[in-house]
């Protein structure tokens, strides 16, 4: 069962012992990894929820996915949580750990939809904008959705700035069908 406050509370006792380990930055991208791993592999997140399979089998999963690839510090988390039976809040645990770190070294998450790829130079000035806008230095994530026929939709910190085409057409659609017209008759 996923719970919130269980996935923060591990990765705030992680990101402790990364911080006086002075392996940080290493962590961070190891539990990126993580998170991206099970985020694309939902057999991983079955059987990690799964209470018949014995703890030595989840945990040689975890060594033959991570065990060259993760610090040592990692690694001896990622075995501590299958001990602890918290295999199912794995990936939850891994992105509250990013965005521990991304509050401790003042970085936003933004996202940038755009219905075709753009060059670095906007992504460089959205990122720019951004940065400007929240005083933080920012993290990019860029989407191609050409469902949105053109323009961008940029999202932070619970904002979002919506420029998109399929919006404003919608929104001329909904005016249009007001009938704001009353007969004189």
Sequence with gaps: MENYRININYAKALFLVASDTDQLDAVNEDMRLVAGTCADNHILGTVFANPVIPEHR???????????????VTMLFLEFVVR????????????????????????????????????DDVKDAVCQKVGDFTHKSVELETVVDPSILGGLSITFDGNMYDARISSAVAQLRMEFSKNVYESKL
Excluded: C, M, W
């Design 84 to 119: 602890k039976r918290r295999t199912v809040n794995l990936r939850g645990i891994a992105d509250a750990f990013v965005q521990l770190y991304r509050d401790h070294k003042n970085i936003v998450l933004s996202q940038l939809v755009t219905a075709t790829p753009v060059s």
């Design 58 to 72: 989840k945990t040689g999963v975890l060594r033959d996915l991570f065990g060259e690839r993760v610090s040592k």
